[in-house]
């Protein structure tokens, strides 16, 4: 069972699940009409493939150029299974094709736009020379990503966006962001004699951990001023949990020793996407 949850952890099944979970709460959010049922499934497909190809184009590009970071335990999974998981990315996008003739117009056309960015930017980070400084916009921009693919697909099926709606999805990239950059931040406490290029290695550790201090505050006074200026229950219950997700990923920070033992900041900070469950 161990080496079951770890390989999942390995796939970034996680960050899906999360992915999924966090795409039925933005549509309950704003629910005018029924968001299509294949829109959570294409979306978890997407992810694992983008996540799954980025992690094989990085184990090669390792290969290529021995300069290049070290291997990391998830890397030398996919290494060990490379041909298995091209294999899997090749039935998933497959699949995902087939049921992208079910989507709405809206969304098909929504979603050439960030597939074509997502390619773009796994091609250009797989060309890069390792310490390129324009690896440094990995991580907003994966923040950027993901969150478009959570928020976005729902967005392009509703006839009207509220305030309330794009305050949460800001929330939301705020969120995405503080994950990425707290990984960033405990990969480097990790291995301080090989540090991974980073914003973690450019900024420093205490910049970084600053500006994750000041994402919290940001995501929980949103959190109240919506539960103040908004009448809608849901919308409030769900500006608790973006909060909590928060505060959550700030407290791995807070506490580095405990939580850099077995990865259990990656177990706990890829989870918190698995949150937004508790309010759906």
Not at 50 to 65: A, S
Not at 133 to 150: H, Q, R, S
Not at 189 to 196: A, R, Y
Request: aromatic share 12%.
């Amino acid at each position: 069972m161990l080496t079951l949850l770890r390989s999942l952890y390995y796939l970034s099944f996680p960050v899906v699940i999360g992915a999924v979970l966090s795409n039925r709460m933005a549509a309950r959010l704003s629910d005018v009409d029924p968001v299509h049922w294949a829109t959570p499934i294409v979306l978890g497909l997407v992810v694992f493939i983008i996540y799954t190809v980025d992690r094989l184009l990085d184990v090669r590009k390792n290969r290529i150029d021995a300069s290049s970071q070290p291997l990391t335990a998830r890397h030398a999974f996919h290494q060990q299974r490379a041909p298995l998981l091209w294999r899997t990315v090749v039935v998933a996008a497959l699949l995902a094709l087939v049921l992208t003739f079910f989507l709405p117009e809206s969304v098909i056309r929504f979603g050439v736009v960030v597939g074509v960015i997502c390619a773009i930017y796994v091609g250009v980070v797989f060309r890069l020379p390792t310490r390129h400084p324009a690896l440094l916009l990995k991580e907003p921009l994966v923040a950027i990503l993901y969150t478009a693919g959570v928020w976005g697909s729902i967005w392009v099926q509703r006839p009207s966006i509220t305030s309330v709606d794009v305050v949460e999805g800001l929330m939301f990239l705020g969120i995405a962001f503080q994950n990425l950059l707290l990984f960033a931040v405990m990969e480097q406490l990790q291995t301080p004699e090989q540090p991974l290029f980073s914003l973690a290695t450019a900024w420093g550790l205490e910049n970084c951990g600053s500006i994750i201090r000041w994402l919290t505050l940001g995501v929980v006074l949103s959190a109240f001023a919506i539960c103040f200026f908004t009448s809608d229950r849901f919308a409030q219950r769900s500006a608790l949990m973006l909060s909590l997700m928060s505060l959550t990923l700030y407290g791995i920070q807070r506490y580095p020793a405990y939580f850099l033992k077995h990865e259990r900041y990656r177990w706990l900070g890829d989870s918190v996407f698995w949150m937004p469950v508790l309010v759906l």
